[in-house]
Each structure stands twice: as structure tokens, then as C-alpha cells.
């Protein structure tokens, strides 16, 4: 079964703490993003990565730590530092690093600060 | 920096009605037009890809236009249905292979 996986779909942090959101694919995709979702907004890009073992900030990194040491798996850390982090976050995968290929999107994660 | 614009940000129509959604963006140096569909709590699914060649795509009740030089696509949908409920998304890609969206019009077709 081919696919994006999102884990947990729902989480709850409390202040101060750091929490990983699990985003994996065996779509084989090299390229990997992280976007947050406020209600009413648009999708804005957190960090991406093109290949393994390299990955750029996007518009709104501050706050978020990212990793990508395997090809399939790149997960988002948000951080004590992120003052606003309840949001939907939404990884995407594309084949290549874009132009001819769309981006495919998983479930999302709701993350929700208490 | 490019910016994308939806119009409009809600949409209320009757079963059946043919409808137009609506994407300008700034920067006509685009690589690619995307349409995407997004049902509430849910990730994104793509529906059409326009390529800045073409000048639009179809797929079943589904036909993209895009014009470049004036920074404009419209999303054309036939004879709608319930099920078509759900925002549509419009991401432009540039030079940096990175899309840009737009906050989405958000669609509610009743019986």
C-alpha cells in the first residue's frame, strides 16, 4: 500500500516541551517538505529537502528543527521556541525536485498546545 | 516575491450549477499552475497540473485555464455535485521549484 504517513493525527504538547511529528513514504520520492496550515491561510512552507542528508529552511523556520537521514522518513521537530505552534502540519513528497512533478500530500497532523 | 490570490474565499452554489473559481498571481514567471482539492481536516489532493506551455488542462468536469502573461487561471466545474464540496487550492512554481499558495476558496454545493 503506497503512500504518505502522518503520525500522530492528533497531538498535544504542552508549553515548554519539544514534541516530533512522524511524517514517512515508500512512494521512493526524493524530495520531502513540511508546510503549517493556519485556519483560513494558505500552506507555508516550514523546511524541505531535495535529497538525503541535506534539507533548507523554507519561510517560516524559526522554532522548527528538521532531519533526513533516510530517504524515507523526514520528521519535524517543533521546539520550546515556536511561540505559536498550534496548527495543522502537512508533509508532501514529489519525485523530483519540481517543475514536470506534483506534490503528493499525507493525512496531516493536528498539533494542539495546552 | 510571488503572492497568489483566490477568489472568491467562499462559494455557496445549487446542485447542478456550472461554477468558476478564481487564481491570480504576481510573478508570471511561473513553471507550473496547480490545482489542488482539500477536504476539511484532510491533506491535499492534486487535480490539475499546468504546465506555463499549455493553456489548460481537463480532467472528467474539471478544465484549468491558465494565462500567463496576465497572471491569471480559473478552475472551471461542470454540473456540480454534493461530493465536490471541499477548498480549492492554486499553488504557482517558480525558479526555486518551490510552489507558492493561496489561501483557497472554499466550496459548499447543496442539494
Known amino acids: 500500500d503506497g503512500g504518505i504517513t502522518q503520525s500522530p493525527k492528533y497531538l498535544f504538547r504542552k508549553e515548554g516541551q519539544n514534541v516530533t511529528l512522524s511524517c514517512e513514504q515508500n512512494?521512493?520520492?526524493?524530495?520531502m517538505y513540511w508546510y503549517r496550515q493556519d485556519p483560513g491561510q494558505g500552506l507555508r512552507l516550514i523546511y524541505y529537502s531535495q535529497i538525503v542528508n541535506d534539507f533548507q529552511k523554507g519561510d517560516i523556520a524559526e522554532g522548527y528543527s528538521v532531519s533526513r537521514e533516510k530517504k524515507e522518513s523526514f520528521p519535524l521537530t517543533v521546539t520550546s521556541a515556536q511561540k505559536n505552534p498550534t496548527a495543522f502540519y502537512l508533509c508532501?513528497?514529489?519525485?523530483?525536485?519540481?517543475?514536470?512533478?506534483?506534490?503528493?500530500f499525507g493525512p496531516g497532523t493536528r498539533l494542539t498546545v495546552l | 516575491k510571488q503572492e497568489v490570490t483566490q477568489i472568491p474565499a467562499a462559494l455557496s452554489v445549487p446542485e447542478g450549477e456550472n461554477l468558476v473559481l478564481n487564481c491570480s498571481f504576481t510573478?508570471?514567471?511561473?513553471?507550473?499552475l496547480q490545482w489542488f482539492r482539500q477536504d476539511p481536516g484532510k491533506g491535499l489532493t492534486s487535480l490539475l497540473l499546468i504546465q506555463s506551455s499549455q493553456r489548460e488542462q481537463t480532467s472528467g468536469r474539471l478544465n484549468a485555464s491558465l494565462d500567463k502573461s496576465s497572471g491569471r487561471s480559473t478552475l472551471y466545474i461542470a454540473a456540480s455535485q454534493p461530493g465536490d464540496s471541499a477548498t480549492y487550492l492554486c499553488a504557482v512554481e517558480g525558479g526555486s521549484y518551490i510552489p507558492t499558495f493561496g489561501r483557497g476558496t472554499s466550496l459548499i454545493v447543496h442539494p
Open positions: 510573478d508570471s514567471a511561473i513553471y507550473n
Open positions: 508532501a513528497t514529489r519525485r523530483g525536485k519540481g517543475g514536470t512533478d506534483t506534490q503528493y
Open positions: 512512494l521512493n520520492h526524493d524530495a
